[in-house]
T-cell receptor, first 113, second 111 residues
Framework: DTEVTQTPKHLVMGMTNKKSLKCEQH?????MYWYKQKAKKPPELMFV???????INESVPSRFSPECPNSSLLNLHLHALQPEDSALYLC????????????FGDGTRLSIL | SQKIEQNSEALNIQEGKTATLTCNYT??????LQWYRQDPGRGPVFLLL?????KEKRKERLKVTFDTTLKQSLFHITASQPADSATYLC??????????FGKGTHLIIQP
């Protein structure tokens, strides 16, 4: 079991739906991340939160809206997604310090119909 | 922009042999580099981190080297086992910057 918990594990949604992905960690980490991973590709960084503030947005379309309600939780709100947004969405956390690894959840497998 | 490359998409190794994976980077002088393992349907799992002033780092059957002159890291698994079969990712960055991953090497250990 990983120390970063993501729900749901699988999500199928239509292009007009609104849904949210959730991520939770209780390791006291103050940096949290969203990555997108397409099949047979490496994870690609989407967003970074540092001390509950958005610090990096890698030019992600506005149909993806991140939120960090507190230091343990990270959400990714989805609206009007496109079929090409189907992917594995990974959450990770780490301390703010350099020279520290990131801890990943097992992701949400998202399929857009 | 920084670029990180893993030259082998796939690598087949006989059980018991040493697997060696390569990671090269350009346009960057990293203070450290990380290696992760990813199994199908799972998130990446951290294996080793090596700093620029460390030539070599070991953990059980794993060994990582870091050559800042060649801009290259090598990842070795000695006495390989079928359970070592997975995708191995090298990564730059970290802390508040997020990680940039190489494309990964799919390692298959054949019994």
């Amino acid at each position: 079991d990983t120390e970063v918990t993501q729900t749901p594990k699988h999500l199928v949604m239509g292009m007009t739906n609104k849904k949210s992905l959730k991520c939770e960690q209780h390791m006291g980490h103050r940096a949290m991340y969203w990555y997108k991973q397409k099949a047979k590709k490496p994870p690609e960084l989407m967003f970074v939160y540092s001390y509950e503030k958005l610090s990096i947005n890698e030019s992600v379309p506005s149909r993806f809206s991140p939120e960090c309600p507190n230091s343990s939780l990270l959400n990714l709100h989805l609206h009007a997604l496109q079929p090409e947004d189907s992917a594995l969405y990974l959450c990770a956390s780490s301390t703010e310090d350099s020279y520290q690894p990131q801890h990943f959840g097992d992701g949400t497998r998202l399929s857009i119909l | 922009s920084q670029k990180i490359e893993q030259n082998s998409e796939a690598l087949n190794i006989q059980e018991g042999k040493t697997a060696t994976l390569t990671c090269n980077y350009t346009n960057y002088s990293p203070a450290y580099l990380q290696w992760y393992r990813q199994d199908p349907g799972r998130g990446p799992v951290f294996l080793l981190l090596i700093r620029e002033n460390e030539k070599e780092k070991r953990k059980e059957r794993l060994k990582v080297t870091f050559d800042t002159t060649l801009k290259q890291s090598l990842f070795h698994i000695t006495a390989s086992q079928p359970a070592d079969s997975a995708t191995y990712l090298c990564a730059l960055g970290g802390g508040a910057d997020g990680l940039t991953f190489g494309k990964g090497t799919h390692l298959i250990i054949q019994p």
